[in-house]
């Protein structure tokens, strides 16, 4: 499930394979840009806000999008076979090296390069953001302290609190934090929230296997997240799962209810 960490592992592959190359072939399948060519602009790199990605070009022209639920970038050696189908493709990218195809991507636009920030202008910190400090941790705690009874699950997810977090990491930080995903944010080490935030995804942002427990073996990587049918690791209890939020727009919710006491649905 593509969430912060994803996003910039994603740019980083990006931008190895493609950055400081001219396109050969450069198409974008969106009926709004289905008459773009990128061909013979140079890729300078790219650059992630988020879960935002932005791909960027010579002469002020940047490729912003979405992997969503679903997106994917697949780098491989020019005229490769694509893993997924064909109308799944939503831009193909193409060097004398490297051939880059996004999947399923949302989202997508072109926009100046030097007016990237307002498209994310509305986020809070981002959580990877190289240069974070103190600035952006207070930031991130004002944000988050706001609305005291908003449920720590559920402020958690909202990117304009802290921008990166999904639900795998919501599932994970409320376990470290030894709270049920519906306490309230005024019950919870908001701090330590933050702090928690940041360092999970800086220590997954480069590794494909995620993992929060520090164990990397099979079914020890994290703690409650996909253990439908596997014990807690701590205290050997039933991890529960159920769903968070209000539909359309609920998302499934793993917690352990003897190690994360606090309100329940």
């Not at 090296?97 to 030097?114: I, K, N, R, W, Y």
């Not at 910190?125 to 699950?153: K, V």
């Not at 702090?195 to 409650?224: F, P």
Request: net charge positive; hydrophobic share 40%.
């Amino acid at each position: 499930m593509p969430e912060g960490d994803t996003v910039y592992r994603t740019a980083a592959r990006l931008t190895e394979a493609l950055a400081g190359q001219v396109l050969a072939r450069g198409e974008l399948r969106h009926p709004r840009l289905s008459t773009v060519d990128l061909a013979r602009r140079e890729v300078t790199g790219a650059r992630t806000v988020g879960k935002h990605l932005f791909l960027r070009f010579d002469r002020n022209l940047s490729f912003h999008h979405h992997l969503g639920m679903d997106g994917l970038w697949q780098i491989t050696a020019p005229r490769a076979r694509w893993r997924r189908a064909v109308h799944q493709a939503r831009a193909v990218l193409t060097t004398a090296d490297h051939q880059a195809v996004g999947f399923l991507l949302v989202e997508m636009s072109l926009v100046p390069t030097t007016e990237e920030d307002r498209l994310v202008a509305h986020l809070g910190p981002d959580l990877l953001d190289p240069s974070w400090g103190a600035e952006h941790a207070a930031s991130a705690l004002a944000r988050l302290t706001a609305d005291p009874a908003r449920e720590i699950g559920d402020a958690l997810l909202d990117q304009r609190v802290m921008a990166g977090v999904g639900n795998v990491f919501k599932a994970e930080i409320c376990f470290l934090l030894g709270a049920s995903p519906w306490t309230p944010v005024s019950d919870v080490d908001c701090p330590r929230a933050v702090s928690l935030s940041r360092e999970l995804l800086d220590r997954n942002k480069m590794s494909v296997d995620r993992i929060t427990t520090g164990d990397a073996r099979r079914d020890r990587q994290l703690w409650v997240y996909g253990r439908r049918t596997s014990p807690c690791l701590v205290c050997g209890g039933h991890v529960v799962t159920t769903t968070q939020g209000e539909a359309p727009r609920e998302r499934v919710a793993y917690y352990c209810p003897h190690c994360q006491p606090g309100p329940t649905p």
